[in-house]
């Protein structure tokens, strides 16, 4: 059945009633339901509304205006610094990937956001392959208010494997005067395989839970200033006479990571047999292991492998009890690294 704006609904699942506020363009229809909350709701699981009273339609109120950050989908508490809207120097674009509320997040499906940390008006269009055809892409598009977070889609975790890239396609506009600015268009690489590490959803700005924030696009007062000082210092003549600076060597933490996942080694692994891939996986390891060895400040090392089938653990564990016989190793943190790592005491 097809909606439209300001139609009157009920819901097949439940015992409520609302107001069609929005709807998307993949299938999802947003209802403004009976105790003014807005909710994402499949148009499969909603009807047309003939018999709710007059009074009762009445009783529905429009949307307050949201804060900064607003929720467009399901509130969630966020915190950020308000400001006018006019032009500022300072913005970000952000790709959020949120666990469902209340399910683990190494099971749960990801609820994906598109974040607005701007002073701009946002027209976008959000792409990922199709999972039958990788040669096409599925896309979701709307207008994201200034400073505003936007709800997506839902990634089920059966289908998290399959998402390697995503794109962007950005159009800025201001209700008031306003700089032109081009549109944009951003391809941004995932590795599927790290929503499988606990330690991959970090604390954020965004969002009152543990997610997996990634940039599309950011620009900082600070950023910019760092870039002016180095085309200061580009431009300045060789002979010139600079103070001596005085440098603090970072020590090395005593404990690294190696993510051995051949997305994370090469850009393109097209047109390699399994065993050639294999066969490079080996020769970072090695390389990288005799690195940390030689290294005084590092005392253990987590080579991440994944589970898969199991053939490139196997693989590293047999060259450990081969040819390093006097180093120690174990699964790392399942907690962690969900059963997909092996650890080594290098010292």
Known sequence: MNFKTGDKVKF??????????????????????????????????????????????????????????????????????????????????????????????????????????????????????????????????????????????????????????????FLYSMDTPHTVRQPEEFDIKISPQKFFLANYYKPNDFFDINAVIMTVKENSLMSDAVQKISDFSKSEDKDTPRPRLRVVKKQQSEKQEVDLHIVELLDDDRGMTPKEKLDYQMKVFREKLDEYIKNPHVKKVVFIHGKGNGTLKTEIRRCLDLYYKRYQYQDASFEEYGGGATLVYVK
């Open 12 to 169: 097949l699942n439940e015992n409520d009633y609302g107001t069609v506020t929005r709807v998307m363009n993949n299938g999802i229809v947003m209802v403004l339901n009976s105790d003014d909350f807005e909710v994402p709701v499949q148009a499969s699981e909603l009807i047309l509304d003939g018999s709710q009273s007059e009074t009762q339609t009445k009783e529905i109120k429009k949307p307050a205006p949201q804060p900064r950050i607003a929720e467009v989908q399901k509130p969630r508490p966020v915190t950020i610094n308000s400001a006018p809207q006019e032009e500022r120097d300072s913005y970000g674009f952000y790709l959020g990937f949120v666990p469902e509320e209340g399910k683990n997040a190494l099971q749960a499906d990801l609820e994906v956001y598109l974040i607005n940390d701007s002073c701009f008006k946002v027209l976008y269009n959000f792409m990922r392959p199709d999972e039958k055809n990788r040669n096409l892409f599925n896309s979701v598009s709307g207008i994201l208010e200034p400073d505003t977070k936007e709800y997506i889609e839902t990634i089920k975790r059966d289908n998290i494997n399959g998402l390697s890239v995503v794109k962007f396609q």
